[in-house]
């Protein structure tokens, strides 16, 4: 079965997810954390991709991310493994690819999807039981959203977003956005949010996905199962 060409829309988020080889060891201390920060934030700004968050595990990274342009956020991909898998490489002295194949993305409507997918990408150490508390994983922008330390390479949320309802001020949506982080995402958000990830489909209302499959040229979400109605052509 030929492979989905990668859904990606100019100018909307996308979370985007990178795997660590199984057996090896990823991002395991704060040395690797920092270096992998330092390069995301310089190939990001390379590529005029702006960070939206991001959490920096051991076997994994989980990225939201806006690309300017339908190429710039593979090109942002490509850059930061080459400049920062040969220093780690080194460092460990270890050789070869660190990643699982292609990195998995997904586009996501603002409006709807993004507060539970920063969330999502937010509650990660703790969901992968790394951290007690999220805002307390510092390879994660969990903090800076919580208000309790400025990340600079984090930009602002887009404009309809749901956080900016939390709150009228910042200290308002500091302290609203802190309890939401204190509540993990449900399972059944997890799972969907997941499954959607890992195969390249994107988030979203019907409306929403109508229009980012007309964009794209590509089905946003996997088809109906079964037969279509009679009268009406398998689409």
Known sequence: ?????????????????????????????????????LALRHCCEEHGVAIIAYALLAQQTQLLLIPPSAESLGKMVQALTRQFVGPFNRRHQRSGALWQGRFCSAPL?????????????????????????????????????????????????????????????????DAAYRRLLERPLSAADVRRIESTLLRGWALGPPQFLAEIGALAGRRPSPARRGRPPLGRPRG
């Open 1 to 37: 079965m030929a492979r989905l060409k990668r859904l990606i829309v100019p100018h909307l988020p996308h979370l985007v997810q990178q795997r660590v080889l199984a057996g090896c060891e990823g991002l395991s201390d704060a040395a690797d954390q920092q270096a992998f920060a």
């Open 109 to 173: 409507e603002s409006a709807t999807e993004l507060l539970n997918c920063v969330l999502f990408v937010e509650q990660a150490a703790q969901r992968h039981g790394i951290q007690s508390a999220a805002v307390d994983f510092p390879g994660s922008s969990a903090a800076h959203h919580a208000g309790l330390r400025s990340d600079a390479m984090v930009a602002a949320m887009p404009a309809d977003s749901a956080y900016w309802k939390l709150g009228n001020t910042p200290f308002e949506r």
